[in-house]
């Protein structure tokens, strides 16, 4: 059903461009990661039904996940500006170490539900657009998140505070600086290895997407699940500049259009598919899935969601402002800063 709705809505979406004769052209697509839903149900049915029927058959795709081509995804950057990747998606998050830059739209605590997520997302986007066109070859044709990213743990806890002393599993350096700010100490490690860290006790608890979560049966591991969105783990969908300058102006068009559609079909999911990972990692009836966990969900409090506010403040912000360039924290301050008054120091 839902790729239908995709298909549907981006015919109906149809630019002025597909009035125009197309060229044949073929396509090759690096995806995110392949057993996540974002994928399945949206990026993969997008590029292999929906732009060949949009485009009446002249424009097809092929694509595989990252994994499933036997990348990691922090190469994802390079290999698209080396041109061995055309068209690729890859999340923000595995750029970190290499320019703080990447880090700025998804700082933990800095946008507690998926508007304000999309409204940073959107303030921050042309410096990104500007910065891997300048350094890296590369244009950005979009931005998606993931549901999003909580808090999964075997143990009781009640909120943020009884983080402290927790071993948690994290996949960025701020998601790491939150844990550390509620006295819980960080783990490093690979999505695939967090279900037997988990069920072993090698971790307390593990950060990812709410409905990621359950895709990969964490509810299977996990007793209580913290419903305080942390940030979304946001993902760039790009294509090689080189790549793109080689495409016909109507098939650039064309696919400017419909991603700008995918766009809206994943940022309109991500607020929605947090609650049905909510839903279905508890076992609530309005899980729209047959196999439903039974993890206690925690509730945020008043305070849960000040203590963020205030660390976020105190501590994430300033220690990223501190590894980011002056000129990264000037367009933060000019952007996101300026819209949620918020003001970083260099």
């Not at 058959?57 to 698209?80: D, S, V, Y």
């Not at 969908?237 to 109507?250: C, R, T």
Request: hydrophobic residues 40%; proline residues 4%; contains cysteine.
């Amino acid at each position: 059903m839902k790729r239908l709705m995709i298909s549907i809505a981006a015919l109906a979406v149809a630019s002025a461009a597909t009035a125009q004769e197309l060229p044949k052209t073929q396509l090759k697509v690096v995806g995110g990661l392949s057993n996540l839903t974002a994928y399945q149900d949206y990026e993969k049915p997008f590029w292999t039904k929906t732009i060949p029927e949009a485009s009446k058959g002249q424009i097809t795709a092929e694509i595989k996940g990252f994994n499933e081509m036997g990348l990691k995804g922090p190469e994802l950057l390079r290999l698209m500006s080396q041109g061995v990747v055309e068209f690729g998606t890859a999340t923000l998050s595995y750029f970190a170490s290499d320019n703080p830059i990447n880090e700025t739209i998804d700082l933990a605590g800095l946008a507690p539900d998926a508007k304000t997520a999309r409204a940073v997302t959107a303030d921050f986007e042309p410096v990104l657009a500007k910065t891997y066109g300048d350094g890296s070859n590369v244009r950005l044709l979009g931005i998606s998140p993931y549901p999003a990213q909580v808090l999964f743990c075997n143990a009781d806890i009640k909120g943020l505070s009884d983080l402290k002393g927790k071993k948690v599993r994290t996949s960025s350096r701020t998601q790491a600086e939150f844990v550390e700010a509620f006295g819980g100490s960080s783990v490093t490690m690979a999505f695939g290895e967090v279900v037997p860290a988990l069920q072993n006790k090698v971790v307390d608890c593990a950060i990812t997407g709410s409905l990621s979560g359950y895709s990969a049966k964490w509810y299977e591991v996990s007793t209580h699940l913290l419903a305080l969105p942390i940030n979304w783990n946001q993902q760039i969908h790009a294509v090689n500049e080189k790549a793109w300058q080689k495409l016909d102006p109507k098939v650039q068009a064309f696919l400017k259009e419909s991603i700008a559609g995918l766009m809206d079909q994943m940022w309109s999911a991500a607020a929605k598919q947090t609650l049905t990972g909510f839903d279905c990692n508890t076992g609530a009836a309005a899980c729209p899935y047959e196999v439903k966990g039974k993890m206690v969900l925690v509730e945020p409090t008043d305070a849960d969601r000040a203590q963020l506010k205030k660390v976020f403040q105190e501590q994430i912000l300033p220690k990223w402002a501190a590894r980011c360039s002056a000129d990264c924290v000037a367009a933060f301050n000019a952007t996101i800063g300026k819209d949620l008054d918020l003001t970083a120091k260099k």
